[in-house]
């Protein structure tokens, strides 16, 4: 520790002795020229990145359109992914204008001997504009996403399919309601063993026509499906991209997430 300080030390005094020399060589009393062509020519790059960074932009995104999910298989995805590309087009037209005053100013308005800039020290008008625009735009975004939320949080229909997801390491294990009430029994952790896995407690009636599925889960098509979701040991995350389900399964937390599959494979 004592090496590293005696070396830090030297370092610091190399850069204030090499700046002092740099602060001595700058002339206080009249303003640096700046030569005109390299002026130019860095004013130029600004518009040639702005153009290079848009055809950059749009290459990106029609070269990576074959990666993108396919069509939601489930009425809230769709929904949702409209949700997600509205919100992308208010913020591609945010960044492309943003971008583009950034950089069309700083060609404009290069350096040029004896310019002043003009100050406004205040503007009432511009502050409200750019303050009430934004918060309108945010408080849509937010009022539409509150709205999906809330239904998908919301109770799932009576007529549901019920199943039980619980994920552990490493891997996932299905319960299904059973065909007499389409109920599932309760649970508890302490019961959970090599032949219990999902420590279902088999005292209550409800679980005798229970059925597990240690690596499957399968739905039935228009149907609405009423998925509760834990985790036995550590954090899991249930994710089914074709349906848009994602859901964590948090220890000691059940959570759940109801959805309709209107598409077979």
């Not at 549901?160 to 490493?170: A, L, R």
Request: no cysteine; glycine share 6%.
């Amino acid at each position: 520790v004592g090496l590293l300080l005696v070396v830090l030390l030297g370092i610091a005094i190399a850069v204030a002795a090499k700046l002092q020399k740099v602060m001595g060589g700058i002339k206080s009393d009249t303003e640096a020229e700046i030569p005109a062509p390299n002026n130019k020519i860095n004013a130029a790059m600004w518009i040639i990145f702005l153009i290079a960074g848009y055809a950059g932009l749009v290459w990106s995104f029609f070269s990576a359109r074959a990666y993108f999910l396919p069509e939601a298989s489930t009425p809230h995805g769709r929904e949702t992914d409209s949700q997600f590309w509205f919100s992308m087009g208010l913020l591609t037209v945010a960044f492309l204008l943003v971008n583009f005053l950034l950089f069309f100013f700083s060609w404009k308005y290069q350096y040029k001997k004896g310019y002043k800039a003009t100050f406004y020290p205040e503007d009432h008008k511009l502050e409200l504009i750019w303050t009430a625009i934004p918060a309108v735009i945010m408080a849509v975004l937010v009022f539409l996403g509150f709205r999906s939320w809330t239904h998908i949080m919301s109770d799932a229909p009576a007529n549901s399919q019920v199943i039980e997801i619980m994920g552990k390491q490493f891997g996932w294990i299905v319960r299904y309601g059973g065909i007499q009430d389409n109920k599932l029994g309760s649970y508890n952790y302490k019961l959970i063993n090599s032949n219990n896995e999902m420590g279902v407690d088999y005292s209550d009636e409800a679980s005798m026509d229970d059925f597990i599925n240690p690596s499957e889960m399968h739905v039935e098509v228009g149907k609405p499906v009423s998925l509760k979701i834990r985790a036995r040991d550590v954090l899991h995350s249930v994710f089914i991209p074709h349906m848009r389900v994602k859901m964590d399964a948090v220890p000691g937390m059940p959570t759940k997430f109801w959805f309709i599959p209107d598409k077979s494979t």
